[in-house]
Protein backbone atom coordinates (compact mmCIF):
# COMPACT_ATOMS: atom_id res chain seq x y z
CA UNK A 1 0.00 0.00 0.00
CA UNK A 2 1.20 3.75 -0.83
CA UNK A 3 1.00 6.24 1.64
CA UNK A 4 0.90 8.81 -0.98
CA UNK A 5 -2.17 11.95 -0.94
CA UNK A 6 -3.81 12.10 -3.95
CA UNK A 7 -3.99 16.26 -4.74
CA UNK A 8 -6.75 15.54 -6.95
CA UNK A 9 -10.68 16.39 -6.03
CA UNK A 10 -13.24 14.02 -5.91
CA UNK A 11 -16.28 14.75 -7.54
CA UNK A 12 -19.33 12.99 -5.61
CA UNK A 13 -21.32 10.84 -8.67
CA UNK A 14 -24.18 12.95 -6.61
CA UNK A 15 -25.69 16.69 -8.15
CA UNK A 16 -24.43 19.54 -5.93
CA UNK A 17 -25.57 23.47 -6.35
CA UNK A 18 -27.92 24.54 -8.61
CA UNK A 19 -28.98 20.95 -9.42
CA UNK A 20 -29.74 20.19 -5.68
CA UNK A 21 -32.18 23.28 -4.81
CA UNK A 22 -33.62 22.36 -8.96
CA UNK A 23 -34.38 18.79 -7.73
CA UNK A 24 -35.58 19.54 -4.25
CA UNK A 25 -38.47 22.14 -5.61
CA UNK A 26 -39.10 19.65 -8.22
CA UNK A 27 -39.95 17.03 -5.87
CA UNK A 28 -41.91 19.56 -3.52
CA UNK A 29 -43.60 20.80 -6.26
CA UNK A 30 -44.83 17.40 -7.35
CA UNK A 31 -45.71 16.88 -4.30
CA UNK A 32 -48.13 19.88 -4.34
CA UNK A 33 -49.30 18.72 -7.80
CA UNK A 34 -50.41 15.26 -6.25
CA UNK A 35 -51.91 16.80 -3.53
CA UNK A 36 -54.06 19.18 -5.97
CA UNK A 37 -54.91 16.31 -8.29
CA UNK A 38 -56.37 13.91 -5.70
CA UNK A 39 -58.42 16.86 -4.79
CA UNK A 40 -59.82 17.77 -7.92
CA UNK A 41 -60.49 14.18 -8.20
CA UNK A 42 -62.02 13.12 -4.91
CA UNK A 43 -63.47 16.35 -3.63
CA UNK A 44 -64.50 18.00 -7.54
CA UNK A 45 -67.34 19.70 -6.08
CA UNK A 46 -65.49 21.91 -4.34
CA UNK A 47 -64.70 24.31 -7.13
CA UNK A 48 -68.32 24.30 -8.79
CA UNK A 49 -68.78 27.49 -7.10
CA UNK A 50 -66.22 29.80 -9.13
CA UNK A 51 -67.17 32.46 -11.85
CA UNK A 52 -66.94 31.09 -15.32
CA UNK A 53 -63.96 32.35 -17.69
CA UNK A 54 -62.90 31.86 -20.97
CA UNK A 55 -61.60 28.49 -21.09
CA UNK A 56 -62.97 25.74 -19.25
CA UNK A 57 -62.32 21.57 -18.43
CA UNK A 58 -63.26 18.71 -16.81
CA UNK A 59 -62.05 18.90 -13.65
CA UNK A 60 -62.10 14.90 -13.59
CA UNK A 61 -59.24 15.36 -16.79
CA UNK A 62 -57.59 17.61 -15.14
CA UNK A 63 -57.00 16.05 -12.02
CA UNK A 64 -55.35 13.36 -13.53
CA UNK A 65 -52.92 15.57 -15.42
CA UNK A 66 -52.08 17.06 -12.30
CA UNK A 67 -51.71 13.70 -10.81
CA UNK A 68 -50.01 12.32 -13.37
CA UNK A 69 -47.67 15.53 -13.78
CA UNK A 70 -46.73 14.99 -10.11
CA UNK A 71 -45.50 11.84 -9.84
CA UNK A 72 -43.56 12.13 -12.80
CA UNK A 73 -41.99 15.59 -11.47
CA UNK A 74 -41.19 13.22 -8.30
CA UNK A 75 -39.17 10.77 -10.22
CA UNK A 76 -37.54 13.58 -12.40
CA UNK A 77 -36.45 15.46 -9.23
CA UNK A 78 -35.07 12.04 -7.74
CA UNK A 79 -33.24 11.19 -11.29
CA UNK A 80 -31.98 14.78 -11.28
CA UNK A 81 -30.12 14.75 -8.17
CA UNK A 82 -27.54 12.13 -9.83
CA UNK A 83 -27.00 14.65 -12.56
CA UNK A 84 -28.59 13.00 -15.09
CA UNK A 85 -29.24 14.23 -18.59
CA UNK A 86 -32.72 12.88 -19.80
CA UNK A 87 -34.00 13.84 -16.09
CA UNK A 88 -32.89 17.45 -16.21
CA UNK A 89 -34.66 17.95 -19.88
CA UNK A 90 -37.83 15.64 -18.62
CA UNK A 91 -37.67 18.16 -15.78
CA UNK A 92 -37.66 21.62 -17.68
CA UNK A 93 -40.44 20.16 -19.96
CA UNK A 94 -43.03 18.95 -16.95
CA UNK A 95 -42.11 22.54 -15.24
CA UNK A 96 -43.33 24.17 -18.28
CA UNK A 97 -46.06 21.60 -18.67
CA UNK A 98 -47.08 22.29 -14.89
CA UNK A 99 -46.66 26.43 -15.36
CA UNK A 100 -49.42 25.75 -18.01
CA UNK A 101 -51.41 23.60 -15.50
CA UNK A 102 -51.15 26.02 -13.00
CA UNK A 103 -52.10 28.45 -14.65
CA UNK A 104 -55.80 27.44 -15.86
CA UNK A 105 -55.82 26.42 -11.97
CA UNK A 106 -55.80 30.53 -11.28
CA UNK A 107 -59.50 31.02 -11.18
CA UNK A 108 -59.67 28.61 -8.62
CA UNK A 109 -56.79 28.94 -5.96
CA UNK A 110 -54.69 32.01 -7.10
CA UNK A 111 -52.51 32.27 -4.31
CA UNK A 112 -51.77 28.39 -4.76
CA UNK A 113 -51.38 28.48 -8.04
CA UNK A 114 -48.82 31.29 -8.33
CA UNK A 115 -46.71 29.64 -5.45
CA UNK A 116 -46.11 26.70 -7.96
CA UNK A 117 -45.44 28.78 -10.81
CA UNK A 118 -42.30 30.88 -9.51
CA UNK A 119 -41.01 27.19 -8.01
CA UNK A 120 -41.22 26.49 -11.81
CA UNK A 121 -39.71 29.18 -12.81
CA UNK A 122 -36.67 28.89 -10.28
CA UNK A 123 -36.82 25.04 -11.38
CA UNK A 124 -36.31 25.70 -15.08
CA UNK A 125 -34.06 28.09 -14.42
CA UNK A 126 -31.80 26.02 -12.29
CA UNK A 127 -31.57 22.83 -14.58
CA UNK A 128 -31.52 24.89 -17.62
CA UNK A 129 -28.14 26.58 -16.38
CA UNK A 130 -26.34 23.94 -14.67
CA UNK A 131 -22.89 22.60 -15.46
CA UNK A 132 -21.89 19.50 -14.78
CA UNK A 133 -18.33 19.04 -13.60
CA UNK A 134 -15.57 16.70 -14.74
CA UNK A 135 -16.32 13.25 -14.48
CA UNK A 136 -14.82 11.14 -12.11
CA UNK A 137 -14.34 8.08 -14.58
CA UNK A 138 -12.51 10.73 -16.89
CA UNK A 139 -9.31 11.49 -14.26
CA UNK A 140 -6.15 9.78 -15.33
CA UNK A 141 -5.96 8.05 -11.87
CA UNK A 142 -8.99 6.79 -12.40
CA UNK A 143 -7.93 4.07 -14.85
CA UNK A 144 -5.02 2.93 -11.92
Known sequence: MSAEMSTETRVSPWASGPIL????????????????????LVHDRIFDGEPRYLYSFDLTVWGWAELLTGVLCVAAGYAALRGLTWARMLGIGLASLSMIFQFMFIPHYPLWSVLVIALDIVVIYALATYHPGPDVTTSPRAAL
Do not use: E, H, K
Request: no cysteine; proline share 0%; charged share 0%.
Open 21 to 40: LASAILVITGIMQVFIGTTA
